[in-house]
């Protein structure tokens, strides 16, 4: 009894299998987790370290490279970049994807260790951070925003009870406050005041430092009775603060009141973050990993409304961003091209059959498949994101192919006059062969997709795998479930009539005028094959010529302006112009809210990023421009922003990216300024070439600085040794805080800086004054000279060598690759000979440089992969041989001429879409082969056999194509949240399913007849 027969024989049997796969697909269904992507971990380690007063080339020479080059000794390293600015180093050690970051960590922390006592004395310890590249943007942004509240009062009611509510939510990793301005006690200096009274700002840095003290005191214990002690060594209030005595002398009590304004203010000033062009405060939403974002965005959802219920005073809420709606409306829009693909389907499969009754049997094997798929994503620790989701619309044209198999050949053993029964027995025997050798090569496809590293083996496992299970699925159903439907539903006997009639009548024709066509091409298999090998060769100029990216750019309904200012330039400056871009983003008809977050410098000397803003737009279903379309339009209007550089962006397309498309890094042995000079000039040739809506480098020689010369005699004769003047200057100019106080159970900085008034130019830093050794008062100006000089704006450097960035955007039409080909070329011409000047990628532009060399890879893995299993299968090297040879190449190379047309590009998602063509077309082979070699078994000479085989096997193979075409139709035509990704996967299977069937009808069988062994007359 062969394995098919059980289940005819035991139709419980085969139901009960067929509802166990239902119920535990079902149950997966809701234990899944939701996300936007696989989870991949593409992690940066951060290493910062301040050393207050030193400039770039000093932080460079003595902080940076000791620092970047035990660091570059870790493993699980990618590269290295660093940035040297006025006081800071910043080192950013990109790991390697999926790379344990704890692991780099740790490793990262021991070897800074071994080098830290040769770091400055002065400089402060290096403090390591760990920061997760696809959770940078947060899943949702609130708006908190008041007319009448100012900003450090709203910032401490975020704090102290929106914060802590938010962070409660179930799956919520951090709610992050951005644009706070958290409360402090500001002592704001008087200059001509703390001379009047011969006051040094060290002093009242001092004074404060010793008269706003915490006790820890203890408590007393008698026999029975413990009493805590505390005392009152602490100030609490502004009033406490301006009445602390700084000095007595003489009986004369100068207070702190007398010689500064003390207010209780904000630790920062530089910061403005407005919604829709009113100041607010926003807070970032960050999920766990391992949550579902939909749950728990909706959780916060659901919060709100109490949230809002209890806000104080004018103080209101709006959300300015969020991610789950893109989510949520691709997920909706996977859910509906699901439901379209199964309903084509069933209707091509009708057109071929003409009977309702026959076409129940795919309508629940199919479902049956697709469902079971979600057990096995459950059991292998997926999710469901946007890639499992399109994983199983794929999947709908291979399951169906199995369930169209069984079914064309058992109705096919019905016209020959037998029972249902005997039909069913029969039938499914002639196809355990062949299914289970479509099921495997179909699985084998993607093993390679599954150990692949990088982006591409990250994003795509979950994809490939879910495949492979729904195909799994649908090979056991189509041994078990399907033959037992046709024994039961099928007609008792066979009826040409009605429909049925005039669709036989149709496709005899068909199938007679193949058979002569086929008969012909037989007789000239020289010329066919030659044919063939002519077409095989154009895929070569096809892929050539066509456009690369790592992804098609996609619609995620937000548009980012990254802002870059002056030098020198303050927040004032930065708003004297940011309304402008939020009025440019309003103006566009397809907002819906706008926002800008204004931050010059973000806390670092000489960064030139002076903030970002975004524009948000209305749902899809209400706008007819993408944003892709919007982008050229928009930034046409921000270039005529006088004071800031303004790019328009849209976020990345897969996770990990970066803030440009493009990132192209020229690294030198040589000076940062024989960089520059090479930098600003293919930044030149950029700009004018047409390719690049916008191209600027990091590397910029425009940064000025105030240089401090101290007359080290004259100090020395004063009394005053360079730590004394350093602490002054610093104490009067640096903001730095010197402890804390109390309000109401929370800490806030106390900080001491002249007022903004008395350090508007650098010649006011000769307005303070210094104490010398016998008590007399001098101006600084007696000590010190200022001086100004031009600088870097930061001192940059990649894998350890000097470096310039090359950032920028491609124009339409224009893709990544061809970008950074042009740039690549220009370089090539402009690098000085002999000054070791080196081309490197950073970003997303690294990613494609990676992808570039893996993609070919895997089509070559996959296709041995297959052959490996089908040689296994036929038991034999040649059949494999016929079936890929005749079928694969030709496939591939017309899905790669519409690429080289324009219609898609070559891409992470189109290559996979031709690792599925591969598996895909070489099933149509596998039924002729198969057959033939029956056939040849039965008696029957080569020649005959693969006539007769592949005249039989039309009816399947073209049943199965046309499913597979017009079923992943709606993937090519579909618009909306996620849309460019499906497109270009869509593209790639319909255009090459249909091609290559039309040459494998009649490449194989030439093939067949050049290559395959004589088996007439041979057993099994």
């Given amino acids: 009894m062969k394995f098919t027969d059980i289940f005819i024989r ?106 830290r006592n040769d770091l400055p004395p002065e400089s402060e310890e290096p403090v390591i951070d760990i920061q997760q590249a696809d959770s940078s943007i947060a899943s949702m942004y609130l708006g908190f925003y008041s007319e009448e509240l100012q900003g450090n009062e709203i910032t401490d009611y975020l704090t102290r009870v929106v914060q802590p509510r938010l962070s409660a939510v179930q799956g919520v990793q951090q709610a992050e406050i951005l644009g706070g301005q958290t409360f402090a006690m500001r002592i704001w200096l008087d200059p001509d005041k703390m001379a009047a009274y011969e006051l040094t700002a060290a002093e009242v840095r001092q004074a404060l430092a010793a008269n706003n003290f915490l006790s820890a005191i203890g408590q007393t214990k008698s026999e029975f009775i413990q009493v805590s002690i505390t005392a009152n060594t602490d100030l609490q209030d502004a009033e ?41 405060i926003f807070m970032g939403i960050h999920v766990l990993p391992t949550a579902n974002t939909l749950d728990v965005i909706a959780g916060v959802r659901e919060t709100l409304p109490v949230i809002e219920e209890n806000l104080p005073g004018s103080l209101k809420l709006g959300i300015p961003y969020d991610s789950t709606k893109y989510i949520e409306d691709a997920i909706s829009e996977i859910g509906s091209t699901l439901t379209e693909t199964l309903a084509i389907v069933i209707v091509v499969i009708f057109l071929f059959i003409g009977s309702v009754r026959a076409v129940t049997i795919p309508v629940v094997v199919m479902p049956l498949s697709l469902i079971g798929a979600f057990f096995l994503m459950l059991v292998f620790g997926f999710t469901i994101n946007l890639l499992t989701l399109l994983a199983i619309v794929l999947s709908v044209g291979l399951v169906v192919d199995d369930a169209i198999v069984v079914l064309e050949n058992i109705e096919r053993h019905i016209r020959m006059g037998k029972s249902r029964f005997d039909a069913a027995i029969d039938g499914a025997r002639e196809l355990v062969g062949p299914i289970f050798a479509m099921t495997l090569t179909l699985a084998a496809v993607y093993v390679p997709i599954g150990f692949q590293g990088g982006l591409t083996g990250a994003l795509f496992r979950e994809f490939a795998f879910t495949l492979a299970g729904a195909v799994f699925v649908s090979g056991i159903l189509s041994l078990t479930l399907s033959p037992m439907m046709c024994s039961k539903i099928l007609p008792k006997e066979f009826k040409s009539t009605g429909l049925v009639a005039r669709l036989e009548a149709g496709f005899d024709k068909i199938r007679g005028g193949y058979g002569k066509v086929l008969a012909s091409s037989l007789g000239a298999r020289p010329v066919v094959i030659t044919m063939a090998v002519l077409i095989v060769l154009l895929a070569f100029p096809f892929f050539m010529f066509s456009q690369k990216e790592l992804a098609p750019p996609e619609d995620q309904g937000v548009i980012f302006g990254i802002m870059e200012g002056s030098p020198s330039g303050t927040l004032e400056q930065t708003l004297l112009y940011s309304p402008e871009v939020a009025k440019i983003y309003k103006s566009a008809p ?20 002076a903030g970002f803003a975004g524009l948000v737009t209305l749902p899809w279903s209400e706008r007819t421009r993408t944003t892709q379309e919007m982008v050229p339009e928009i930034q046409a209007k921000l270039s005529g922003v006088a004071g800031l550089d303004v790019r328009a962006v849209t976020p990345s397309p897969l996770p990990g990216g970066s803030q440009f498309p493009v990132e192209f890094v020229v690294t030198s042995t040589a000076t940062q300024r024989e960089i520059f000079e090479v930098t600003e000039a293919l930044v030149k040739r950029a700009n004018a070439s047409g390719k ?57 900085k106390v900080i001491p800086q002249v007022e903004r008034i ?25 000590i010190i000279s200022v001086s100004q000089k031009v600088e870097p704006r930061q001192l940059k450097r990649f894998q350890q060598l000097n470096s310039g960035m090359i950032q920028g955007a491609p124009m339409p039409g224009t ?13 090539q011409e402009l690098f000085p000979k002999g000054r070791g000047f080196e081309v490197n990628y950073a970003g997303e532009s690294r990613q494609l440089r990676e992808e570039q060399k893996s993609g ?54 189109s290559q996979i879409g031709l690792v599925t063509l591969i598996g895909l077309i070489a099933k149509n082979g596998i039924l002729m082969v198969e057959f033939a070699n029956e056939l040849q078994r039965r008696g029957k000479e080569k020649l005959e056999a693969i006539q007769e085989a592949s005249e039989i096997r039309l009816r399947p193979i073209l049943m199965t194509t046309a499913a597979t075409v017009f079923g992943h139709m709606p993937l090519v035509f579909v618009t909306g949240a996620g849309a460019a990704a499906r497109n270009s996967i869509g593209i790639t299977l319909v255009a090459g399913m249909a091609i290559g069937t039309l040459f494998t009808l009649f490449v194989v069988p030439s093939l067949y007849m050049l290559i395959a062994r004589d088996r007439q007359g041979q057993d099994v």
């Fill in 240 to 280: 406490q603060f301006r009445k602390l005595v700084v000095r007595e002398q003489d009986g004369t009590i100068i207070r702190l009141g007398d010689v500064a304004n003390v207010v209780l203010g904000a630790e920062n000033y530089d910061v403005d973050v407005r919604f829709n062009q009113k100041g607010a």
């Fill in 590 to 609: 397809e907002t819906e809210s706008t926002f800008t977050i204004s931050f010059p410098g973000a806390g670092v000397p000489g960064n030139p990023m």
């Fill in 10 to 115: 035991r139709p419980v049997l085969a139901t009960v299998v067929s509802l166990l796969v239902l119920l535990l697909g079902l149950a997966s269904i809701y234990r899944l987790n939701v996300r936007q992507y696989p989870q991949t971990d593409v992690s940066v380690v951060s290493v910062s370290t301040t050393y207050v007063g030193a400039d770039a080339e000093l932080v460079q020479g003595f902080i940076t490279t000791p620092l970047e080059r035990v660091i570059a000794s870790a493993e699980g390293i990618d590269y290295i970049e660093s940035t040297s600015s006025a006081g800071v180093s910043i080192i950013s050690a990109h790991l390697v994807l999926n790379y344990d970051p704890i692991k780099a960590l740790t490793q990262i922390n021991s070897k800074i260790n071994q080098v």
């Fill in 815 to 827: 893709s990544n690759d061809d970008a950074l080909n042009y740039l690549q070329e220009q370089a």
């Fill in 758 to 782: 008395a350090r508007l130019v650098p010649e006011q830093l000769g307005d303070l004054y210094f104490t010398a050794a016998d008590g007399s008062v001098y101006p600084a100006s007696t």
């Fill in 856 to 909: 070919s890879y895997i089509l070559l893995f996959s296709i041995i992969f297959i052959f490996l299993v089908l040689a296994a299968q036929f038991e034999s090297f040649r059949d494999p041989l016929i079936i890929l040879l005749g079928s694969v190449p030709l496939a591939l190379t017309g899905s790669l001429l519409f690429t080289f047309v324009g219609f898609t590009s070559i891409n992470i998602y």
């Fill in 692 to 748: 690049f809506m916008f191209a600027f480098s990091d590397l910029k020689f425009d940064r000025p600085q105030i240089e401090v010369d101290v007359d080290r005699e004259l100090a020395a004769d004063l009394g005053l040794n360079m730590s004394d003047i350093g602490n002054n200057l610093g104490s009067a100019f640096g903001g730095a805080y010197v402890n804390r106080f109390s309000i109401d159970g929370w800490s806030y």
